[in-house]
């Protein structure tokens, strides 16, 4: 159990700037995020495409923006929990314990904390799932939303790949230029791929010579074996034709890219209105004690969803914690410009002020 | 009179992104300040010192954000009037009709406009004067807040510089070394004077050579002519030691920077509470309708004098003022990254969209 003032839900830009306001304040915290990186939306959605509404920066990547964000929080050696999902949040004698699962390999994290900062963003983004009952009871046998170590069999495996993009088609090609026999199907809901000029080209080839099956269509359900443990033994694929084919499979794996999802937060008993959570926006209090939302996730009167308005509630919130952690230290506001606290805080020695 | 959608009053960073918003939102505006020119405190107070507590600049000068926010709002070609204080509001049909000063020599403006946003920080820069009766009735002729040029006299003039810092020194020592025949007093609070090295050793030097008197006292009270119009012949000096010298002078030039004053608009009839003007937070809109407050003149619940707020207090109004300019117009919030609409506004050309 990581013991901790503060816990952050969210490595965007917005829960970046929550760890920086935190820490100008004196309170350290840890930060959860489901991707494998900072920068939430800014890194999953855009990373390279310019934004231009943050002040003072005329024109930044969703990267550069990150960047400059994890430059600027280094002197409060917030530490990163990435890959982790937040599960549940249970109080205990006043103090918020938070479970997360890890969405890779590693083992969940647990957190013991007085003040909690959802900076969920549009939600938490994990891999895009077709609804398909049964599919999550295969996850991590024969099913999976990455490219998987592939058993080593004397037969081929027969591996349906689902996906439309770079990702997917990429994957396609690597599985046909290895060393291991694999029967290939690419499914994807039409027969237009999105991916780099030579990947394409490659795939065109691959297709001409027999070495993959490209169907259009939709997965409609799983075949299994009925036994415990279940195993993938095919799918029903709904074609535009509407048709339905019956494919003999062995391993799914889906390769649909990253949506947000809200995910285990509704159901954590906080107040919601229109899938946001609302929140006071004098100090981003959500209606739960101790629990703050920030960003695109919270909805109050006049709220904007844009990332300019996230920095003054993260700046809201962060006051509002330190109110609540460090009710006898509370003082005229201070400014990084002046103040000798804020400077050690940040680790910089401002020229000598003329007094 | 100038006609505009909107008239911005405050040049600082707040006032720059209130530009920015409106100018994403269509709407072009007209920048009124005291100042010579752009940023505000962060010009007038801290030009040269580093802030930390921007999002995104790790550090930045308040002359660097300023330079920043100018070049942002580039495309959205907001006209200035600089050195102007706006002085009296009233509504006209709907309309409200604005009336500056100038504080210089040119003419004040005059402004029509359906939407005003005061974006006034602590209050408009203004040089500092000593409270005096009579003084403001001498400005222009025989009391001065920047180095008048002399009028040619055969016989020396008497000066009297009222400062105890780089400016006033500086210019005590150009008088000295000036081909004008002068007679120069220095007046300050106490005979300590915050210069540069090489200023203060000249000083000291002209001290010892009798070129000027250092007096050390605050101005009581000034003599004049008794005639109109009425013209300086001395100044009464409240020295440390409890007596009054009496100074017979003939030009009061007062260089004690600028300092920032609520000024006019606490006149205009707008609430206000503690010296703030009270703006509600959803939309940043006084108590007077079309009339809206940003950054550090306001107050609301929660509300903490930080650049970081101002931003998003700008955009609030901003979207505000939109919604009453063009009514019609609302739709769904677009964003700089994939709005052709908002990119075509900001003059940019952003990377072909994958869709």
Sequence with gaps: MIHSDAVVIGAGPVG???????????ISCHVVDT???????CAALYADKPIYDIP???VVSGQGLTQALMRQI????????FGQQIEEVTQVDNVWHLRAKSLGNSAGCAFAARTVFIAGGVGAFVPKAPALDGLHALVGTDVWFEPPSLPVHTAPVRICVLGGEEDA??????LIEGQQPVQVNLLHRRDVFKASPPALQKLESARAAGKVRVIAGQPLRLH?????PQRLTGIDIDTPADDVIALETDMLVILQGLG?????????????????????????ATSVHGIFAVGDIVDY????????????EATQAAFAAAAQLRPDEAGPLQYTTSSKLLQQRLGVQAPASDT
């Design 169 to 174: 088609v990429q994957y396609v090609l690597a």
């Design 74 to 81: 280094e002197p409060f050696q917030a530490q990163f929990h």
């Design 224 to 228: 299994t074996t009925g036994q415990s």
């Design 35 to 41: 991707l494998s990186g900072p920068g939430g939306q």
């Design 301 to 312: 009167p006049g709220k904007k969803k844009l990332i300019v308005s996230g920095f003054h």
């Design 56 to 58: 003072g920066l005329p």
């Design 260 to 284: 947000p999802k809200l995910g285990p937060l509704s159901r954590w008993g906080l107040q919601m209105a229109r899938k946001q959570l609302v929140v006071d926006p004098s100090t981003c």
């Design 16 to 26: 970046l700037w929550t760890v920086f306001e935190l820490g100008l304040l004196g």
